[in-house]
């Protein structure tokens, strides 16, 4: 259910902020940074730096991969705002090759480090009480270190957080083109938003 509180219900300071978003993007901002302004003592400082850092911080991952891991992660948990904004920014970063071969991961396509990963990302999304030791074993054999393996997970909490929030909320965008301009809004913006508008 979208609350309307989530559109009117801003400080002034973050009302500002989202018009001049609104401006620069030609579309309506991001529904997961209005949460943030509104909600920042849920979703505010520490929040906005885990997102950023999971996403655009130092990886062995790049910031293509990650993307198309919070799209898959998306898809598992049917969001369909997130998957369309998040299938974007993969299309922007990595081209259009990836996002199309999603629906056939298994396959091996994506090489075994993808793979193995989309595999416990799966699990970890669908059947957490399933997750094994020999899981994170069988993913170090494709060849990932225990820290690429815990950045991607980063990645599969934060859109299991975020999946869940934009279905609860009702998060849409209007067009197609709201879409990508949302799209391109995040890879532009590597996800960080002013710490003085998170108070």
């Known amino acids: 259910m979208r609350l309307r509180v989530l559109d009117q219900g801003h400080r002034p300071r973050q009302r500002l902020a989202l018009r001049l978003m609104r401006l620069l993007s030609r579309t309506a901002p991001d529904p997961v940074v209005q949460v943030s302004l509104y909600r920042p003592e849920l979703f505010g400082q520490a929040w906005m730096r885990f997102v ?6 130092p990886s062995e991952w790049t910031e293509g991969e990650r993307e ?3 799209a898959f992660v998306s ?6 705002f997130c998957v369309g904004v998040h299938e974007g920014t993969t299309t922007l970063l990595l081209g259009p090759g990836d996002v199309d071969r999603l629906d056939h991961w298994r396959d091996g396509g994506f090489g075994p480090k993808v793979t193995a990963m989309f595999a416990l990302l799966e699990k970890v999304t669908l059947k957490p009480d399933h997750v094994r030791p020999a899981d994170v ?3 170090r054999a494709a060849g990932l270190s225990d ?4 950045d991607a997970l980063y990645v599969g909490f934060l859109f299991n957080t975020v999946n869940r929030l ?4 009702d998060f849409r965008w209007r067009t197609d083109t709201d879409r990508m301009r949302l799209a391109a809004g995040l890879v532009r913006s590597r996800y ?3 710490d003085f508008l998170l108070r």
């Open 52 to 57: 950023e850092s999971a996403m655009r911080g």
């Open 68 to 70: 198309l891991f919070g």
């Open 75 to 80: 898809r598992l948990n049917a969001c369909e």
């Open 137 to 139: 074993r069988t993913v």
């Open 147 to 150: 820290t690429a393996i815990l």
């Open 166 to 169: 934009a279905n609860a909320l």
């Open 192 to 194: 960080h938003v002013p």
